[in-house]
């Protein structure tokens, strides 16, 4: 993330793509982040493509994103990200019940949560992400679990 973008998730509401191929799931986490933080711009997709070609316009601070999809992985999303933005990429969050993933798979995430991840623990998470951009440590790797979420710790 650049510091343009880090200075713009820290002070001004932050843009959030949400990205998985369960509309209801989306839905659910859209309107939890909204009533969390009004100020933050929500935005959903069912398909990882139109997720890529959207961020081109709509910049995103963040990108949270399902593993298994049909047609791409988070995985491929994020590493097309990571090439077409390159240092200027959003943070990419990975929310996923895969428990195979590769190590260079998860190398491609800021973070990586473990379903289910009810949407005020992925709140709780954007807000440390959000207080770490402040604070000029943003873009540090995390790893974490809903358990972690309970506690407030990483």
């Known amino acids: 993330m650049t510091k343009a973008t880090r200075d713009s998730f820290a002070t001004a509401g932050p843009r959030v793509f949400l990205v998985d191929d ?3 799931i989306l839905d659910a986490t859209r309107l939890a982040l909204e009533a969390f933080a009004a100020s933050w711009s929500v935005d959903t997709f069912v398909d990882p493509h139109e ?9 995103p601070d963040v990108v949270v994103t399902d593993y298994r999809m049909p047609g791409c992985t988070g995985a491929e999303l994020a590493r097309a990200l990571r090439t077409a933005h390159r240092a200027d990429c959003p943070a990419l969050l990975l929310v996923t019940g895969e428990t195979n993933l590769r190590r260079h798979e998860r190398a491609l995430f ?8 009810a949407p005020r623990h992925l709140a709780f998470h954007l807000r440390s992400l959000r207080a770490s951009a402040r604070s000029g440590t943003m873009g ?15």
């Open 110 to 117: 800021d973070s990586v949560y473990e379903k289910p991840l």
């Open 51 to 59: 997720a890529f070609l959207a961020s081109f316009g709509a910049r």
């Open 140 to 154: 540090a790797t995390t790893r974490a679990t809903e358990d972690s979420a309970d506690t407030g710790t990483e």
């Open 22 to 24: 369960e509309r209801r």
